[in-house]
Nanobody, 114 residues
Framework: QVQLVESGGGLVQAGGSLRLSCAASGSIFYINAMGWYRQAPGKQRELVAT???????NYADSVKGRFTISRDNAKNTVYLQMNSLKPEDTAVYYC????????WGQGTQVTVSS
């Protein structure tokens, strides 16, 4: 069993920054990738950023240059540094871990006011 606990969401003004964290615990033997997805009201869940085992990263076009994903392997933790936030970044952000299975966190709300 794998548990993902997210933190760092909140309310911020446009142009501001937030840092999300996701700590993984439980029966983790091999992590293929960790990442962040988001879901805005009335929209489908979409990829924000991922980081694979070898360290390569991938970003949605809408966040390139503003968001940075990183990880601490020793802590099984992934971070998402979000800068220059826009109102359209408002969503529930979900942490994802791909191992011998696909695991999701409970989500953390990010609200960007104009």
């Amino acid at each position: 069993q794998v548990q993902l606990v997210e933190s760092g969401g909140g309310l911020v003004q446009a142009g501001g920054s937030l840092r999300l964290s996701c700590a993984a615990s439980g029966s983790i033997f091999y992590i293929n990738a960790m990442g962040w997805y988001r879901q805005a009201p009335g929209k489908q869940r979409e990829l924000v950023a991922t980081i694979i085992r070898g360290g390569s990263t991938n970003y949605a076009d809408s966040v390139k240059g503003r968001f940075t994903i990183s990880r601490d392997n020793a802590k099984n933790t992934v971070y998402l540094q979000m800068n220059s936030l826009k109102p359209e970044d408002t969503a529930v952000y979900y942490c994802n871990l791909k191992a011998f299975g696909d695991y999701w966190g409970q989500g953390t709300q990010v609200t960007v006011s104009s």
